[in-house]
């Protein structure tokens, strides 16, 4: 599978966004690597976009375990609801809410391409739907970092290009990988 491949199932406008929004094939092929000496309970897209993380996974891990994306953006969710339904692929489910707002506790390996970047940067934004704000973001890393210390000691969070932050209280960092497309890390939660 390229990247250009599965771009190709996406509508136009999705596909000239891939570089800069959708995780690369060559990501989620060293994640599934990782996540094969793991002990997995389920895994969490936080800030699902269009499911290719999730997608693509499914499809590595054939199955073996459930996926959630989670995406705030109807129409984002839709395009990744139609991928997984026309692949038929039925450990990934998708949800269409904030995970600001709506944490999901309870999962043990989490997964972000640094989703809350855009609420600082306006350049490759996928829409002009939220607002930008340095504040903004900073709050909202905040809040993020507060859900993820309710999460339970061994969990783990996945990230590409970070999560927004480089203190992650609660949590220690446990592998790090600097590739030319960017900072792959895992951060393990701490006693
Ligand atoms: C950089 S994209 C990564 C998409 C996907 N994880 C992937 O790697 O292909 C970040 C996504 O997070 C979503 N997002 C940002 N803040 C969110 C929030 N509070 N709740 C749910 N989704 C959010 C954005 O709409 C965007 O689709």
Same mark, same amino acid.
């Not at 060293?30 to 269009?50: A, C, F, P």
């Not at 891990?61 to 984002?76: A, Q, T, W």
């Not at 904030?98 to 309870?106: A, I, K, R, T």
């Not at 480089?166 to 890390?185: D, H, I, N």
């Given at each position: 599978?390229?990247?250009?491949?599965?771009?190709?199932?996406?509508?136009?406008? !999705?596909?000239?966004?891939? #570089?800069?929004?959708?995780?690369?094939?060559? &990501? %989620?092929?060293?994640?599934?690597?990782? $996540?094969?000496?793991?002990? &997995?309970?389920?895994?969490?897209?936080?800030?699902?976009?269009?499911?290719?993380? =999730?997608? #693509?996974?499914?499809?590595?891990?054939?199955?073996?375990?459930? &996926?959630?994306?989670?995406?705030?953006?109807?129409?984002? @969710?839709?395009?990744?609801?139609?991928?997984?339904?026309?692949?038929?692929?039925?450990? %990934?489910?998708?949800?269409?809410?904030?995970?600001?707002?709506?944490?999901? $506790?309870? #999962?043990?390996?989490?997964?972000?391409?640094?989703?809350?970047?855009?609420?600082?940067?306006?350049?490759?934004?996928?829409?002009?739907?939220?607002?930008?704000?340095?504040?903004?973001?900073?709050?909202?890393?905040?809040?993020? *970092?507060?859900?993820?210390?309710? =999460? *339970?000691?061994?969990?783990?969070?996945?990230?590409? #290009?970070? @999560?927004?932050?480089?203190? $992650?209280?609660? !949590?220690? $960092?446990?592998?790090? *990988?600097?590739?030319?497309?960017?900072?792959?890390?895992?951060?393990?939660? %701490? %006693?």
């Amino acid at each position: 599978m390229t990247d250009q491949n599965w771009d190709s199932h996406l509508p136009l406008p !999705y596909q000239s966004l891939s #570089h800069y929004q959708w995780t690369p094939i060559q &990501i %989620v092929e060293l994640t599934w690597e990782y $996540l094969q000496k793991q002990t &997995i309970r389920s895994v969490v897209d936080l800030g699902s976009g269009v499911g290719k993380f =999730c997608l #693509h996974l499914a499809t590595l891990s054939k199955g073996r375990f459930p &996926i959630v994306g989670i995406e705030d953006r109807s129409d984002l @969710f839709t395009v990744s609801e139609t991928l997984r339904e026309k692949w038929n692929l039925s450990s %990934v489910s998708f949800l269409n809410q904030s995970f600001l707002e709506d944490f999901p $506790l309870g #999962h043990s390996h989490y997964y972000a391409f640094n989703p809350l970047y855009e609420t600082m940067k306006a350049s490759f934004s996928i829409d002009m739907q939220k607002e930008k704000s340095a504040l903004l973001f900073l709050q909202s890393v905040q809040i993020l *970092k507060n859900h993820l210390f309710r =999460c *339970k000691v061994g969990t783990k969070l996945i990230t590409y #290009h970070g @999560f927004g932050g480089s203190v $992650l209280p609660g !949590y220690q $960092l446990v592998l790090k *990988k600097e590739l030319e497309m960017g900072e792959w890390a895992v951060w393990e939660r %701490v %006693v």
